[in-house]
């Protein structure tokens, strides 16, 4: 049980836009930065949005990220096939359990 | 372009320990930064180990922290990860990362599988 919620799947179709949602509370996301990853099958997590809402150089603008209370969004404009992958989001999380914490992933299919 | 690279055994028997390595390029871990270990067992999401600083303060999962231990060597720009008394649920592709310290990891390593088992 992963301690930021996030949906197990999203899909649309491409050239379409997509939203994923990240839900926590008050000690993670209510009170800490939110970055997202996307992982690509068979690769290593990548850095796409830091500090809520700033992308890492080569990062399109296709990718943008946003935080309200204790939730975020990922999202993605003009879907590629190449955006299918799994997203992670994390942040701190500052309760007795604390350190680093992800969500569970949502795998983006492009139909 | 910092590189990361894990080594390590890909098979280790349960109740041993776990013992990997994370080779650093291009950038001098003594220059700051927090460098940490993730995991992710096969079709699983991701799971934070912890982190160390270049001064060698570390930071635990509490989940794990009884059987984990981070180390630098800042003399081979290294760090390493020992997991104890490990089981099969331990069974991970086991990532090293640099932590910025700002809640965000910007640089991985491209992971290594390691797989619990006699």
Excluded: M
Aim: with cysteine; aromatic share 10%; hydrophobic share 30%.
């Amino acid at each position: 049980q992963s301690v930021l919620t996030q949906p197990p799947s999203v899909s649309a179709a491409p050239g379409q836009k997509v939203s994923i949602s990240c839900s926590g509370s008050t000690s993670n996301i209510g009170n800490n930065y939110v970055s997202w990853y996307q992982q690509l099958p068979g690769t290593a997590p990548k850095l796409l949005i830091y500090e809520n809402n700033k992308r890492p150089s080569g990062i399109p603008d296709r990718f943008s990220g946003s935080k309200s209370g204790t939730s975020a969004t990922l999202g993605i404009t003009g879907l590629q096939t190449g955006d299918e992958a799994d997203y992670y989001c994390g942040t701190w999380d500052s309760s007795l359990s604390a350190g680093r914490v992800f969500g569970g992933g949502t795998k983006l299919t492009v139909l | 372009q910092v590189q990361l690279q894990e080594s390590g055994p890909g098979l280790v028997k349960p109740s041993e320990t776990l013992s990997l390595t994370c080779t650093v390029s291009n950038y001098s871990i003594t220059s700051g930064y927090y460098w940490g270990w993730i995991r992710q067992p096969p079709g699983k999401g991701l799971e934070w180990i912890g982190n160390i600083y270049h001064s060698g303060s570390t930071y635990y999962n509490p989940s794990l922290k009884s059987r984990v231990t981070i180390s630098v060597d800042t003399s081979k720009n290294k760090f390493s990860l020992r997991l104890s008394s490990v089981t099969a649920a331990d069974t991970a592709v086991y990532y090293c990362a640099r932590d910025t310290g700002g809640d965000f990891f910007d640089y991985w390593g491209q992971g290594t599988l390691v797989t619990v088992s006699s």
